[in-house]
Every structure is written in C-alpha cells, then in structure tokens.
C-alpha cells in the first residue's frame, strides 16, 4: 500500500486538517497548550522559527491535491493517483478513557473532511502498551498512534534513542547498530 506520509507535505496537510484549538477547548477544558514541537515553549532550546500549522482545511486540502492524493470516485475519500487506493489510514488508541475515545472520533471527522478515511483501533491500555514487538504500539502495527506524553522542561531525549525504538537488530540502521546493542 502507499506510505500515505511519506512525504512532508502530506505530513503537514495532515496537520492543517486537525482543529487541534478545539480539541483542547472542548475535550480537554483549554487546559491543555499547544506546542510546535517536542520542547515546550518555555524551554530555553526550543527553535522559536518553527511556525505552528494551525487548522486550515484548505491548505490541506491544497496540499493533498498538490500530492495527488484526489478523489477520483466522488466518493469523499482520496485515493493514491499511481495506485488508486483509498486513503484510508488506522489510528492506534487505548480505549481506558472517555477523552481517548472523543478524541478519535474527532479526528475521524476532522481528517475525512479533508478525504482522509480514518479507522479506530481501540485497545485495552494493557495491549496497547505491552512493552514487547508483538503489541500494536511497539510492534507498530498503526499507522497514526496516540500515547499521553510528558513534557517538561527537560526532554525525555532516551525515549528517541536506538535502544527505545523496536524493532530487530537487523533493521537498525547499521552506522548506529553497534551503540543500539551495546
């Protein structure tokens, strides 16, 4: 099937999609602050040009037009122009909370406004995390996944190095094998 984000501007198309002031306003009380990247914006290494992609169903829809991402059947759902399969793509989400399963369904109604036919795989908090390859979030059997995620002032930088990410040794990237397994 096509890598649906392959490239950034389907990535960003994405973003613009999600009306992510509204989430934050009515699932999570505007108690919740939206940042531009993995640091907070407190935080004294924090790149202050990256620039917030904000909801813009236009410009993503603009940008999946320009990734020739159309819908070609009239059907409301884009399909890959080389393969003509449907943009169709699963979130990966532990079903433990009411706010979880608000939050899914919002971002199915938000990405399908822009052709995106998102599907919802809830899961158990115990499946979802199951910290071996077999589980869906390690295993990466998603192609979009939600976990809460901490942030502070200090990064939780390991959780980007080798030995956190799964997966074989054989498909470690070779320059970086070596420190990976130690």
Not at 72 to 82: F, H, K, L, P
Not at 166 to 173: A, E, K, L, Y
Request: glycine fraction near 8%.
């Amino acid at each position: 099937r096509p890598d649906w984000f392959e490239t950034a501007a389907v990535r960003q198309a994405v973003a613009h999609c999600i009306d992510q002031q509204a989430i934050v306003d009515t699932l999570f009380f505007n108690q919740a602050t939206l940042i531009n990247s993995y640091l907070p914006d407190s935080h004294p290494l924090r790149d202050a040009t990256i620039q917030p992609l904000r909801f813009n169903p236009e410009m993503g829809n603009l940008l999946l037009d320009e990734a020739n991402l159309l819908d070609g059947d009239g059907d409301g759902v884009r399909e890959d122009g080389g393969s003509k399969r449907p943009f169709q793509v699963s979130l990966g989400i532990s079903s433990q909370t009411a706010s979880n399963q608000a939050l899914a369904q919002r971002l199915q109604q938000d990405l399908l406004r822009c052709g995106i036919d998102l599907t919802l795989d809830f899961y158990p908090a115990n499946e979802w995390f199951a910290a071996q390859e077999s589980s869906p979030l390690f295993g990466r059997r998603f192609d979009i996944g939600h976990l809460a995620w901490p942030v502070g002032e200090e990064p939780l930088c390991l959780l980007f190095s080798g030995r956190e990410i799964s997966g074989s040794p054989q498909s470690i990237n070779p320059a970086t094998r070596e420190a990976y397994l130690g």
